[in-house]
Every structure is written in C-alpha cells, then in structure tokens.
C-alpha cells in the first residue's frame, strides 16, 4: 500500500502567519492527493482535491502545490477558524491511505 | 438537503458483529461511489472500503479484510457495513462519505456523515 507520510504532526502559530504542511507519498501518485480539514467533533472537510483544485466554498487563502512526491498545503495568512487538524488522503491505488494529520494549535 | 446519516453503531464485545448504515438524501445515490471511513479515538482518519455504484467492485483495508463487508441498497438510498469478528481495535467512529470524481479522474470524500461510534469491549 500507498505510505502517506506528512508533517510536521503539530504545530503552532499565530493569526495572520503562513503556515506550510507537507505529505511524501512513497511512490509516485500523479497529482491524486487531497487536504482536508478536521475540527473537534466534526466531521472532515475537503479543501483541496487533485493536489491544487480547491474545492468550491473554500477561501482561497487554502493552496496546494505538489512536486514530485511531495505535496504540500500552504494557509496564507492564518484565520482564527482555521486552527485545525489537516490530513491528506491519496486517492492514486485502490486503497486509498491518509497522512496521520497535522494539528495546527494557536501560538 | 444533501446529506448523510449514519446509523447503528454501540458498544459489542469482542468477536462480535454489528451492522453500520449510513441513509444519504439530496442527490442521486445511485450515481456514487461510496465508502466507510474510521477514526479511532484521539487518532487519524482510516480508509475502510470502497463500494462501485452498482456494487459490483468493493475494496477494502488489509487490516479489515475478510471480517467486514461494505454494501448498498440504491433502491432505499442506502450504504451498509457489516462487521463481524470484531477486535478492540475497531473501536472509532465510523463515518459514511461520498465520493465524487474530477476531470483526469482525481477521487476526493466531498460530503461526509457525522459518524456514528462503534466500541468494541468486554
């Protein structure tokens, strides 16, 4: 199976910041790789679909680029509803795998 | 109103069974794949299986293979997951999701359930 390895697993900061998450697949995936965002007690949201479409309704302060195998979810310009938890997700094999998320805490 | 509600989790002890459902409205059920998604207490999310349209083509995780069995009933709009021979690590929530497809055929979960818990204990 498809190894998602993403980080960093936490990490704080302060509104108004830009803040940068990464996921390394472990081996090519093409540009099937997804970002969604998790709050306490909810269900996920998706943000980004196909490595950098974002999904409709999102801010676009939400992007995503990717590169090789890595792929990585920039929030430019930090809002207070954004602390959150984030996964990424490879949609690439039939089995389709999640990073082990990466929870953004206030600074 | 799109939406999806998922039903029937609770607490069953170990080598039990439990069947999962999850009633979508607002779209054409029939017309999506589907698939059940976990998330253990405190933990990440985990993909669990993954049902065609028609239900003729199903996935799942290596680590439920075997013992769960992920269907549909497009006439009654519904998505199952039976479970059986279950473990203290199935214990989560499981959540019921859509899947939608992009152009170049990129796969992504854009509406998810509110989930429903199942506990696995003794």
């Known amino acids: 199976d498809i190894q998602m390895t993403q980080s960093p697993s936490s990490l704080s900061a302060s509104v108004g910041d830009t803040v940068t998450i990464t996921c390394r697949a472990s081996?090519?995936?093409?540009?099937?790789l997804n970002w969604y965002q998790q709050k306490p007690g909810k269900a996920p949201k998706l943000l980004i679909y196909g490595s950098y479409s974002l999904q409709s309704g999102v801010p676009s302060r939400f992007s995503g680029s990717e590169s090789g195998t890595d792929f990585t979810l920039t929030i430019s310009s930090l809002q207070p509803e954004d602390f959150a938890t984030y996964y990424c997700?490879?949609?690439?094999?039939?089995?389709?795998?999640f990073g082990r998320g990466t929870k953004v805490e206030i600074k | 109103e799109v939406q999806l509600v998922e039903s029937g989790g609770g607490l069953v002890q170990p080598g039990g069974s439990l069947r999962l459902s999850c009633a979508a409205s607002?779209?054409?059920?029939?017309?999506?794949?589907m698939s059940w998604v976990r998330q253990a207490p405190g933990k990440g999310l985990e993909w669990v299986a993954n049902?065609?349209?028609?239900?003729?083509?199903?996935y799942y995780v290596d680590s439920v293979k075997g013992r769960f069995t992920i269907s549909r009933d497009n006439a009654k709009n519904s998505l199952y997951l039976q479970m059986n021979s279950l473990r203290a690590e199935d214990t989560a929530v499981y959540y019921c999701?859509?899947?939608?497809?992009?152009?170049?055929?990129?796969?992504?979960?854009?509406?998810w359930g509110r989930g429903t818990l199942v506990t696995v204990s003794s």
């Open positions: 997700q490879q949609t690439y094999s039939t089995v389709w795998t």
């Open positions: 607002g779209f054409t059920f029939s017309s999506y794949w």
């Open positions: 999701a859509r899947a939608g497809m992009a152009a170049r055929g990129y796969w992504y979960f854009d509406l």
């Open positions: 049902i065609k349209e028609d239900g003729s083509q199903k």
């Open positions: 081996q090519s995936i093409s540009r099937y």
